[in-house]
C-alpha cells in the first residue's frame, strides 16, 4: 500500500480569510473544551477544601468556647468571698433576702462566631438573653468552706451577658449567697419512693393482722368444751330419782 500523503501545512501567506476563520473557530472550541474541564476539577477541589475547612472551623470554634467558659468559672471561684473576707455591708448580701452578692467575669478577644458556639442570642431589643448556669456550665458552681459543716457559697441560677462589639469584650454577670448543707430527705418522700419500686403499701400490711384476729378465736375453744361438764350439774338431774320411785310403787 502507498503510504498517505501528509498534507502539506500551509504558509500564512496562503491562507485566505475563511482559513484564518477556521483556524480560530477549532483553536477557541479547544481552549473552551480545556477550561471547561479545568474549571470542572477546580469544582471538585474546592468543595472537598470547604468540607475539611468546615470542619477545622467547628473544632476551632468550639476549643475557645470550651476556654471562654473555664475563664469565666475560675473568674467566678476567685470573687466568690466569704462573710469573713467581706465587709459588713458586703457579707450580709450573703444571707439577705435579696439575689445575693453580685459578681463580674469580664473575657476579651471574643468573636462572634464563639458567641455562636457559646449559644448566646440577641432578643428583640439587641440584648443578649441571659443564661441558666446548671445549663452553661457542666455543673452550678460552688464553693465549699472550710469547718463550716457543709455549707458552701453557691452560685444563683441565673446569669446576665453584654458584648461589646468595639472591643470584642464579653461581660458575665451574677450573684452568689451563701446555702446550707443539703438536708436529707424527709420520711414521706421516702415512703412513697418505696411504694413507687414496689414495696407493700399500708392496707396491705394491715390485712395481715385481720387474719391472725381471725385465728385467735379458735384457740379458747378447747377449754369450753371441757367446762361443761360443769354446767350439766344442774337441779335438774335431782327430779330424775323421784319419777322412778313411784314407778316401783304402784308395781
Given at each position: 500500500?502507498?503510504?498517505?500523503?501528509?498534507?502539506?501545512?500551509?504558509?500564512?501567506?496562503?491562507m485566505t480569510m475563511a482559513d484564518l476563520r477556521a483556524l480560530v473557530e477549532r483553536n477557541d472550541a479547544q481552549h473552551l473544551r480545556e477550561a471547561r474541564e479545568r474549571i470542572s476539577q477546580?469544582?471538585?477541589?474546592?468543595?472537598?477544601?470547604?468540607?475539611?475547612?468546615?470542619?477545622?472551623?467547628?473544632?476551632?470554634?468550639?476549643?475557645?468556647?470550651?476556654?471562654?467558659?473555664?475563664?469565666i468559672e475560675k473568674q467566678f471561684y476567685a470573687q466568690m468571698l466569704s462573710e469573713k473576707e467581706l465587709s459588713e455591708k458586703e457579707g450580709s448580701l450573703l444571707r439577705g433576702t435579696g439575689?445575693?452578692?453580685?459578681?463580674?467575669?469580664?473575657?476579651p478577644n471574643v468573636t462572634n462566631d464563639v458567641l455562636s458556639a457559646l449559644a448566646l442570642k440577641y432578643d428583640g431589643e439587641g440584648n443578649i438573653e441571659g443564661k441558666v448556669a446548671e445549663k452553661f456550665f457542666e455543673a452550678r458552681p460552688a464553693k465549699t468552706l472550710p469547718n463550716s459543716g457543709g455549707a458552701c457559697l453557691l452560685l444563683s441560677y441565673r446569669m446576665g451577658f453584654?458584648?461589646?462589639?468595639?472591643?470584642?469584650?464579653?461581660?458575665?454577670?451574677a450573684h452568689y449567697k451563701w446555702s446550707p448543707?443539703?438536708?436529707?430527705?424527709?420520711?414521706?418522700?421516702?415512703?412513697?419512693?418505696?411504694?413507687?419500686?414496689?414495696?407493700p403499701s399500708e392496707s396491705a400490711m394491715e390485712e395481715e393482722p385481720q387474719g391472725e384476729?381471725?385465728?385467735?378465736?379458735?384457740?379458747?375453744?378447747?377449754?369450753?368444751?371441757?367446762?361443761?361438764?360443769?354446767?350439766?350439774?344442774?337441779?335438774?338431774?335431782?327430779?330424775?330419782?323421784a319419777p322412778a320411785a313411784m314407778s316401783e310403787d304402784v308395781e
Open positions: 500500500m502507498a503510504p498517505k500523503k501528509r498534507e502539506r501545512e500551509m504558509a500564512f501567506d496562503e477546580l469544582e471538585k477541589e474546592l468543595a472537598s477544601k470547604d468540607g475539611e475547612l468546615d470542619k477545622l472551623q467547628s473544632s476551632a470554634h468550639s476549643a475557645p468556647a470550651d476556654g471562654v467558659k473555664q475563664a439575689e445575693g452578692r453580685e459578681i463580674v467575669a469580664i473575657i453584654k458584648y461589646v462589639k468595639s472591643r470584642c469584650e464579653l461581660k458575665v454577670t448543707k443539703p438536708k436529707p430527705k424527709p420520711p414521706a418522700k421516702r415512703a412513697k419512693t418505696e411504694e413507687a419500686a414496689g414495696a384476729e381471725e385465728e385467735a378465736p379458735e384457740v379458747p375453744k378447747a377449754p369450753r368444751e371441757k367446762q361443761e361438764p360443769a354446767v350439766a350439774q344442774s337441779p335438774t338431774p335431782s327430779r330424775s330419782p
